[in-house]
C-alpha cells in the first residue's frame, strides 16, 4: 500500500499564486489542495487529516487571522503559515500570538516556505502523539464495548464469527459428521464445545483426540482399545476413544497429521460404525458422532497422497471455517476485556487498565498465533501492569532500516585533502543514488531514502529536485 503523503491546503485569492504554490509543494512530495477564499475553504473541507494551512492574510471577505479565530473556535489545531504582500508586523505579531508557525513576507523563497512547512508537520505530528499520550491515560470505555455473542466461552462480536455460529446453531441439532478448518489458535475447541452442548447428545460425553500426539504403534489401541494379553505391556482391558465416547461426540483434532497408512483404519469405524478391540474378535457398535478439524489445505494433502480422498469426503459432510483473528480484528476488544479479566483472576494480579491506545496497538498486529497468542500476550502483560496501565509486547509496525551497509564514498587518498564545490556535488548526488537506490526509491516512510538520511521528506525532495535526480525508467 502506498503511504498518503501530508496534505496541504494553500489558500490565496491570486490564481497564479496558488498554481505556483501547489507546482512547488507537490515537487516535494506533498498533496495539495487549493482554495481561492476562506468561505471556500470552510464549505468545503478536507475529509483527509490536514498537516498544514498556507493562508494569505489579505482575502476577499473572511480575511486569514479570522480563518485562523474561527479554527480556533471549532477546536481545530492545524498548524498555519501565513503569507503577505504587506510586510504588516503588528498583523505578523497578531498572526504568531494565535499561533501561526511563520509569517512570510511575499516574495520569499522556495527554501524559507518548504522549511516552514517542515515546522508545521513536526508539529502536527506532535500534537497527534500529545492526543496518543492522552488515549493511553484514558481508560477503555468498557460500557461502550458490544455485547458478545451467547456462546460459552467464545468472545467476539465480528460478522466472520456470526456466520460461523449461525451455522453451528443450524447444524448442531444434527448428526452430521462436521470438519472444521482453521489454523493453530483460532478457537476450533470451542466451536466444537458449542456443537456439542447444542447436539442431542449434550448430556453424553465429549472426548477429545490429538491425533498428531498418537504414536502409529499405538494408534489402533488409542482408538479402538486393547484386551488384556493383546500385546506386550497390555497387563489389562483398555477402553479407546470410540468406545469412550459412545453416545456422545469424539472430537479428531489435527486429524490432518494421521499417517496415510492408518487412515484406512479410521475410515472402516466411519462406514461400517463397528470396531473391534485390539486382541478381540467382538465386533462393537460405535454410536458416536465425529467432529475432525485441521489446519491443513487437506484437499491440497489428497492431491499429493497424504491423506485418503474416501476420507476426506467422508469427515467432510459439513464443514467450517474459523477465520484468523487477523480478519476480525473488531473482535480483539472484547477479547482483551475478557482475557484481562480471567487472566487477573487466574495469576492473582490486580486488574490493570485496558486503554485505547492499548486496544489499537492490539488490532494493529497480524496475531500469526491468533487468539492463544492474545491470550498468552494479554497474560505476561497483566503480570507485569501491577494494577496499572497494560503495555503490550507485540511488533511495532515498520521498523528502522539496516545503515550498516551503505557503503562509504570511495575517497582519493592521493588528492589535495580537500574537496572542491564540484566534488562536494558530485558526492552528494552519489551519495543520494545510494540512499535512494538502498530504500527502493522510496522516499518516505519507514525504511525510506528520508529516515535513512535522518532528513524530512520534503527537504529530501528539495535536495533531489535541486541537482536534477530522478528515478530512472
Not at 507546482?23 to 473541507?45: D, H
Not at 505579531?93 to 513536526?122: N, W
Not at 492526543?131 to 455485547?147: C, G, I, N, W
Request: proline share 5%; charged share 30%; glycine share 8%.
Amino acid at each position: 500500500m502506498k503511504e498518503s503523503s501530508p496534505l496541504i491546503c494553500v489558500i490565496d485569492d491570486e490564481s497564479v499564486i496558488r498554481q505556483s504554490l501547489s507546482a512547488l509543494l507537490r515537487s516535494a512530495g506533498l498533496t495539495v489542495r487549493a482554495f481561492s477564499s476562506a468561505q471556500e475553504f470552510l464549505a468545503n473541507p478536507p475529509a483527509e487529516t490536514l498537516a498544514c494551512l498556507v493562508v494569505d492574510i489579505q482575502l476577499p471577505g473572511i480575511s486569514g487571522l479570522d480563518l485562523q479565530q474561527e479554527l480556533i473556535r471549532r477546536g481545530a489545531q492545524i498548524p498555519m503559515i501565513f503569507i503577505t504582500g504587506y510586510g504588516d508586523i503588528p498583523t505578523s505579531v497578531r498572526a504568531i500570538k494565535a499561533g501561526a508557525i511563520e509569517f512570510l513576507t511575499k516574495p520569499f523563497s522556495d527554501e524559507d516556505l518548504l522549511r516552514a512547512i517542515d515546522q508545521a508537520i513536526d508539529l502536527d505530528r506532535q500534537i497527534n502523539q500529545s492526543k496518543t499520550r492522552q488515549a493511553r491515560k484514558r481508560p477503555y470505555p468498557e460500557d461502550e464495548l458490544p455485547s458478545e455473542i451467547a456462546f460459552s466461552g467464545i468472545v467476539g462480536r465480528s460478522a466472520a464469527l456470526r456466520r460461523v455460529l449461525k451455522d453451528v446453531d443450524t447444524i448442531a441439532p444434527t448428526s452430521a459428521t462436521i470438519l472444521i478448518f482453521g489454523e493453530t489458535g483460532t478457537g476450533k475447541e470451542l466451536i466444537v464445545d458449542a456443537i456439542h452442548q447444542r447436539s442431542r447428545r449434550r448430556g453424553k460425553p465429549l472426548v477429545r483426540v490429538n491425533c498428531s500426539s498418537i504414536p502409529k504403534e499405538l494408534f489402533e489401541s488409542e482408538f479402538f482399545g486393547h484386551v488384556k494379553g493383546a500385546f506386550t505391556g497390555a497387563i489389562k482391558d483398555r477402553l479407546g476413544r470410540f468406545e469412550a465416547a459412545e453416545g456422545g461426540t469424539l472430537f479428531l483434532d489435527e486429524v490432518g497429521e494421521i499417517p496415510v497408512e492408518l487412515q484406512s483404519k479410521l475410515l472402516r469405524v466411519l462406514q461400517e460404525k463397528s470396531y473391534e478391540r485390539v486382541g478381540e474378535e467382538r465386533e462393537r457398535h460405535a454410536d458416536v458422532r465425529i467432529i475432525a478439524a485441521t489446519n491443513r489445505d487437506l484437499k491440497k494433502e489428497v492431491a499429493e497422497g497424504r491423506f485418503r480422498e474416501d476420507l476426506y469426503y467422508r469427515l467432510n459432510v459439513f464443514q467450517l471455517k474459523v477465520a484468523p483473528l487477523r480478519n476480525r480484528p473488531e473482535d480483539i476488544p472484547l477479547l482483551a476485556k475478557h482475557f484481562v479479566d480471567s487472566s487477573a483472576k487466574e495469576l492473582g494480579c490486580p486488574k490493570p487498565r485496558l486503554t485505547e491506545a492499548g486496544i489499537k496497538a492490539l488490532q494493529g498486529y497480524d496475531w500469526p498465533g491468533n487468539v492463544r497468542e492474545l491470550r498468552n500476550v494479554i497474560a505476561r502483560a497483566v503480570i507485569f501492569a501491577q494494577g496499572g496501565v497494560l503495555d503490550f509486547d507485540v511488533p511495532a509496525f515498520g521498523s528502522s532500516a539496516d545503515l550498516t551497509s551503505l557503503a562509504p564514498p570511495d575517497v582519493d587518498e592521493t588528492g589535495p585533502g580537500y574537496l572542491t564545490d564540484v566534488e562536494i556535488r558530485r558526492r552528494e548526488h552519489q551519495n543520494l543514488l545510494v540512499v535512494l537506490e538502498k530504500a527502493g526509491w522510496k522516499v518516505k516512510g519507514a525504511g525510506g531514502a528520508a529516515e535513512l538520511l535522518g532528513v524530512s521528506p520534503t527537504t529530501l525532495f528539495a535536495r533531489m529536485q535541486k541537482i536534477g535526480l530522478k528515478r530512472p525508467d
